[in-house]
C-alpha cells in the first residue's frame, strides 16, 4: 500500500489503546537534559535509549533546513524548543547539496547542515539526523540526484548497482567529515543516525542497510543508528538493520509495543509521528490532523518521539515531489507550499494545535517549555499589476537539438525538470496521440493553443492522450514537469515527453528540440517583445515596494498556471486548480526599495495582478489561530 494511504489510515483509525496501559510498560521518569558542549555518551539500551547511562526519551520535531529561509533557522527552532521538545529532526536531501556529480554545496544560502546543527545546539536541543541516501519528504526524486537517471541502467536504492552505490559512498564521504565532529560524543548535539529511510516499503535486501551503515562506519561515525518504517511493510518485507534503533511511522502504543517481535531488545519509538498531512495540486482542501490525543497516549506509555514535521516550510524552487500508484498511475504532484497543517506554520506562526501539543508534554513531563517567542512579523504590499513583457517563443535558445524521437529530458539532455518545447510539420492527418507526457502539455498549432495534455486526472483539466488536429501546420508541444516521484518503485520516474508521438496512428520522427531548464540562465536576459503578446507562453514583470516589511504570500488567483519568481529567486509553482493559491516569500529575500516579480504563466496573454496576502489560506487550520 501507498505510503500515503497506509499512514492516512493508521492515523484515522480508531485508537482503541488510548486509555489503555501500553502492555504494562511503565513511563520512566523524564530527564530534561540539553547539551552543553561537552562529550555525552548517547547509547540504545534495553528497549529504551540511554544518555550517560541513564535512561532518556527523545521529544523531538522535524524540520528541513532546505525549506525555510536561513535567515529563519533559529526562530523555527526556538519555536519548537518552547513547545517542549528536546531535539530537533530533518532530513538532508542529497539532490539538494550534489546537483552535479561531484560538485558538492554544504555552505550556499539554505544548504548549510553544519550551521543549522549548531543552532540546534546553541537553541538547548538535541538533533536526529536522517541523511538519507533516500529520505522521501514529499521532495522531488525523494532526495535522490535526478542525474542519476541519465543512465537508463541505473537501479536506485540496490546494492548490487555500481552506480549507484559510487554516487552513495561520494556523498556519504563528502557529508561525513562535516558531521562528525557534531556527534554527541565529541561534544555535538547529533544523538543518532538514521540509515536510509522506510527501506520495508520499498525493497527486502537488509544488506543494503547494512553496506550503508558500513559506510558511515568507515568514516568515523559508529552511530548509534536508527532506522524508520511503516509496521505493515516492515512485517512484510522485514528489512530490519539487526541492532538499530526501529521507528515506527505513525504508530501509536499499542503498534509500538509490537514493534519488539522485530527489533528484539532495540528501542522502539515514534520514528514519525504525523500532526498534520500532505497536500496535492487539484484536492479539494489543505490537509490537516489532529494528533494530541496519540501524542498523550504515547507518552503516557513512556515512549520516545518524533513529530513529522513540527514546521514544514516551503518547496521552493522546483523541489516538491509527486505521489502515484505502484504502477504510475494516479499521478499526485505536491504543491508548493509544505505548511502541512504543521504545529507551526509555513510562516512560523504557532497554531491552536501547538499550543495543545505544548500542554499536553508539559502535562507528560512536568517540564515548564521556555516561553513560546514572537513570530517573524507579516509585512504587506499594495496590489500591483504584471505588464507581459516578453514571449517564451522570442527567447528560444538559438540553435535546436534534432532529436529522431522524444525521450526523457534525463537521457536526452541533462535535464531535470522545466520546460522542453517539441516542434514538428505536418502537412497532413487529423489525430495526434502523445504518450508519456511527464507531466503536463501544451500544444500549440501554427502559434495558437489548441489544447493541453495533463498525467493529472482532474475534472478541469483533460487526459486524454490525443489532440484533435484542425489543419496541417506547424505544431509545436511544450512539456512542463512536475517533481520526481519520491515515493514506491516508480521512484525515479523520467520526465518529458518519454512516449511515442503519432499522427493518425503513424509514427512521427526528427524533431527539432529546445530544453529550457527553468532553474537555468537562459530567462534571465529576456529580449523584450514588441507588441502585446497574442500567443500564450509570456513573461509577464512587475515590481512593489513593501507598505508593512516581513514575511508575505503572493497570491496568484489571478493567473492560471506557471511559475513565479522574485528578486530573481523562484518561489515556486503556481496553479489555478489550487488548493493553493498563495505562494510564500520570506521577508529577508526581500528589498526596501523595489521588488522585482516575474511570472511565466503557460496559458495567459493579458495583464493581472498579484495581491499580498498574511497567510496560506483563510480557511480551516489557518482560522484557528491561538490569541
Request: charged share 20%; with cysteine; net charge neutral.
Amino acid at each position: 500500500m501507498q505510503r500515503r494511504h497506509f499512514l492516512a489510515f493508521s492515523l484515522l483509525a480508531p485508537l482503541a489503546w488510548v486509555a489503555r496501559p501500553a502492555l504494562g510498560r511503565t513511563a520512566p521518569p523524564f530527564r530534561p537534559v540539553a547539551p552543553d558542549g561537552r562529550p555525552h555518551r548517547f547509547a540504545l539500551g534495553r528497549r529504551s535509549f540511554l544518555l550517560d547511562g541513564e535512561s532518556f526519551r527523545i521529544h523531538s520535531g522535524e524540520m528541513h533546513p532546505a525549506r525555510i529561509a536561513k535567515a529563519h533557522w533559529r526562530s523555527r527552532i526556538r519555536t519548537a524548543r518552547a513547545m517542549g521538545l528536546n531535539t530537533i529532526a530533518l532530513y538532508v536531501m542529497w539532490n539538494h547539496h550534489e546537483r552535479e556529480p561531484g560538485v558538492f554545496d554544504f555552505e550556499g544560502e539554505n544548504r548549510d547542515i553544519e550551521g543549522f546543527i549548531r543552532l540546534c545546539q546553541e537553541e538547548g536541543l538535541w538533533v536526529y539526523l536522517r541523511p538519507g541516501p533516500y529520505v522521501c519528504a514529499e521532495w522531488t526524486n525523494g532526495g535522490l540526484p535526478a542525474w542519476l537517471l541519465r543512465d537508463p541502467d541505473t537501479r536506485l536504492r540496490d546494492r548490487d548497482d555500481p552506480r549507484y552505490m559510487a554516487a552513495v559512498r561520494r556523498y556519504v564521504a563528502e557529508l561525513a567529515p562535516r558531521i562528525a565532529p557534531l556527534m554527541v560524543g565529541r561534544g555535538g548535539p547529533i544523538l543518532m543516525l538514521q540509515v536510509e529511510n522506510e527501506y520495508s516499503m520499498f525493497a527486502a535486501d537488509v544488506g543494503y542497510l547494512k553496506a550503508i551503515q558500513a559506510m558511515w562506519r568507515e568514516h568515523g561515525i559508529d552511530g548509534p543508528f536508527s532506522v524508520s518504517d511503516g509496521w505493515d511493510d516492515l512485517q512484510r518485507r522485514r528489512a530490519y538493520l539487526p541492532g538499530a534503533a526501529l521507528g515506527l511511522d505513525g504508530a501509536d502504543a499499542a503498534t509500538l509495543a509490537r514493534g519488539a517481535t522485530v527489533a528484539g531488545e532495540a528501542p522502539v519509538w515514534v520514528g514519525e509521528g504525523y500532526p498534520g498531512w500532505l497536500t496535492h495540486w487539484g484536492e479539494p482542501v489543505f490537509a490537516a490532523k489532529d494528533y494530541v490525543e496519540t501524542l498523550r497516549n504515547v507518552m503516557r506509555a513512556g515512549y520516545s518521539f518524533n513529530l513529522y514535521v513540527v514546521h514544514g516550510g516551503t518547496n521552493f524552487g522546483l523541489t516538491a515531489g509527486a505521489n502515484a500508484e505502484d504502477d504510475g498511475s494516479q499521478f499526485q504532484p505536491v504543491i508548493t507550499s509544505y505548511d502541512y497543517g504543521a504545529p507551526i506554520d509555513e510562516r512560523g506562526v504557532p497554531t491552536a494545535q501547538y499550543y495543545r501539543l505544548r500542554a499536553a508534554i508539559a502535562e507528560a513531563t512536568g517540564a515548564v517549555p521556555p516561553p513560546v517567542p514572537s513570530a517573524e512579523p507579516a509585512g504587506t504590499f499594495a496590489s500591483t499589476v504584471l505588464a507581459p513583457y516578453a514571449s517564451l517563443w522570442d527567447n528560444l535558445p538559438t540553435t535546436p537539438a534534432r532529436v529522431p524521437r522524444p525521450g526523457p529530458n534525463e537521457i536526452l539532455f541533462g535535464q531535470d525538470q522545466g520546460l522542453v518545447l517539441y516542434r514538428k510539420h505536418v502537412e497532413r492527418g487529423s489525430r495526434l496521440r502523445l504518450e508519456g507526457v511527464r507531466d503536463y502539455a501544451v500544444v500549440h498549432l501554427d502559434g495558437r493553443e489548441i489544447a493541453h495534455v495533463s498525467r493529472m486526472v482532474h475534472p478541469a483539466l483533460s487526459s486524454t492522450a490525443d489532440v484533435a488536429l484542425p489543419a496541417p501546420g506547424t505544431v509545436d508541444v511544450l512539456v512542463d514537469a512536475f517533481g520526481h516521484i519520491n515515493f514506491g518503485p516508480r521512484l525515479g520516474d523520467h520526465k518529458g515527453l518519454v512516449g511515442p508521438v503519432t499522427l493518425d496512428g503513424d509514427m512521427l520522427h526528427d524533431f527539432d528540440v529546445w530544453p529550457l531548464p527553468l532553474d537555468g540562465d537562459w530567462f534571465r536576459d529576456l529580449k523584450p517583445a514588441r507588441a502585446a503578446p497574442s500567443r500564450p507562453g509570456v513573461f509577464f514583470r512587475g515590481t512593489f515596494r513593501m507598505q508593512r516589511p516581513g514575511d508575505v504570500y503572493l497570491d496568484m488567483r489571478e493567473w492560471t498556471k506557471g511559475y513565479l519568481w522574485v528578486n530573481g529567486r523562484l518561489l515556486g509553482r503556481y496553479w489555478h486548480i489550487g488548493p493553493q493559491q498563495r505562494l510564500f516569500c520570506p521577508g529577508p529575500w526581500l528589498h526596501d526599495g523595489d521588488n522585482t516579480v516575474q511570472v511565466l504563466d503557460l496559458h495567459r496573454t493579458a495583464a493581472a495582478s498579484i495581491h499580498a496576502a498574511e497567510r496560506l489560506h483563510d480557511g480551516g487550520a489557518d482560522a484557528s489561530r491561538h490569541d
